[in-house]
């Protein structure tokens, strides 16, 4: 069996900063905001989509030199949320 330490709230926020550095802005944005052009807001689902449906928004991103249609994009859904530490790390 291993010992291990007790995981503080201050070392659990630590640890969630270091695995989430990669999603601050970075020198790669600039170049890809470059490429595409202003992502269009869409919201999808609903009850049109299910009676029990949540309609939920996501952004298509196309790039600046494809034809508006017949081309591939990317669809951003943004995630869950998650909460780390305690009442005490307002």
Do not use: W
Not at 11 to 33: C, D, G, V, W
């Amino acid at each position: 069996m291993f010992a291990t330490k007790p995981i503080t709230d201050l070392s659990l926020i630590q640890k969630y900063r270091e695995s989430t550095s990669a999603l601050i802005p970075n020198q790669y944005f600039a170049e890809f905001n470059a490429q595409t052009i202003e992502p269009q807001r869409l919201i999808l689902g609903g009850s049109s989509f299910h009676p029990d449906a949540q309609e939920m928004v996501c952004y298509l991103h196309k790039r600046r030199d494809s034809p508006q249609t017949g081309n591939s994009a990317l669809v951003y859904f943004r995630g869950g949320g998650c909460v780390y530490g305690s009442a005490e790390h307002r």
